[in-house]
Each structure stands twice: as C-alpha cells, then as structure tokens.
C-alpha cells in the first residue's frame, strides 16, 4: 500500500511539478483554494507538503488580506494535521523575507512561526 501525501497548493507553480515527481510512489491528495478542509481529509496521512499560499501576481493586496489567506490557512491545515496525527510535515519556507519585506514575505514568516510553534 502506497503512503498518503497532502500537497496544499498542488496546482501551483512548484505544486504541479512536485505532485507529477511524487505521483508514482505515493497517493497524492491535493488540496487547493476553494477546497474544503475537514478532519476526514487529514485521516490516515502519512505527510504534509504544506505549499497553498497567496502571491502578490502583480496584484496589490493588503497585509491583511495576507494574513488572512496565508497565515490563517497555515493554521487551518496545522491543526487539522496536528488533530489527526500527521507526524511528518514540509513547509517550505521564502527566501523573499530575507531580502524584502513586505506583505507577502512577512505573511511568510508567520507561516513559519506558527509551524514552528506546531513542532514543539
């Protein structure tokens, strides 16, 4: 039996590559905006490739429309994760931050403080 993956954002840019090199070896469950997140999702998943987030595209969008859609998924995926005992999960993070701050990269780095606060 093959091991189950979630890949959140799988049909973005990174996401549709990485899910096409996985595909052969493990049960890809995708997830991405407009889904529903649920419980029943997260039962009996071995990983989490944590990818989904909102990119600037040359859009102009708030710090809180950032936090609202990256951050606040973050915690949504985390804690439906954490209910259901996903032991092993991947957040990639943006190098971005480190050069440029702005909405998009400090939405990034809250990501990360919340993954890390799910670690311990």
């Known amino acids: 039996m093959k091991k189950r993956i979630i890949i959140t954002g799988s049909k973005g840019r990174i996401g549709k590559d990485l899910k096409k090199f ?3 070896d493990y049960d ?7 889904d529903t997140l ?9 990983s989490l490739i944590h990818l989904a987030a909102k990119t600037p595209n040359g859009k102009d969008i708030t710090l809180e429309g950032y ?10 995926v985390l804690w439906y994760a954490a209910k259901n005992n996903v032991r092993k999960i991947i957040i990639p993070t943006s190098w971005s931050w480190a ?9 990034k780095l809250l990501q990360e403080k919340i993954a890390q606060q799910y670690q311990k």
Do not use: M
């Open 99 to 107: 050069f440029k701050i702005g909405h998009y990269q400090y939405s």
């Open 22 to 24: 996985l595909e052969k």
């Open 38 to 46: 649920s419980s029943n999702l997260f039962k009996n998943i071995d």
């Open 67 to 76: 936090i609202k859609d990256n951050v606040g998924y973050t915690q949504e």
């Open 28 to 34: 890809i469950i995708e997830v991405n905006r407009g």
